[in-house]
């Protein structure tokens, strides 16, 4: 097994991890399940995500990309960073059940779109049949 096969397996099992635990976190959320306040769930997340972060600098590394040079990467940062607006609104930061929800949903959407980047290595994604 390769370098860059080893931290592309890491990377998308640590991005399956992060999402599939936002979408729980999001359901106890909205059930006020007390686990939500438990200190493994608080904790866990920053673990996986540093792990997805690290594992996609080594692959930056490996593969010698320059992310503000591929199209695609930019829009995967972008959404990033919309991805962890949208979360930090659903599971903190959201006044009402309602906006909370709705950054919830926005923020899964999100993932999917990052993941549809990744997967298509186009900037447009899943929304790329719209424009063909």
Known sequence: MTLAVLFKFTHVTCAFLSIAGFGLRGYWMLRDNPLLQHRLVRR????????LLLSA????AVWRLSPLETPWLVAKLAALLVY????MVALRFGRSRRIRV???LLALATAGYIVSVAYSKSPLGFIQPIFA
């Open 44 to 51: 866990l997340p920053h673990v996986i995500d540093t792990l």
């Open 57 to 60: 600098i080594v692959l930056l």
């Open 102 to 104: 709705g950054a919830w």
């Open 84 to 87: 962890i607006g949208l979360g």
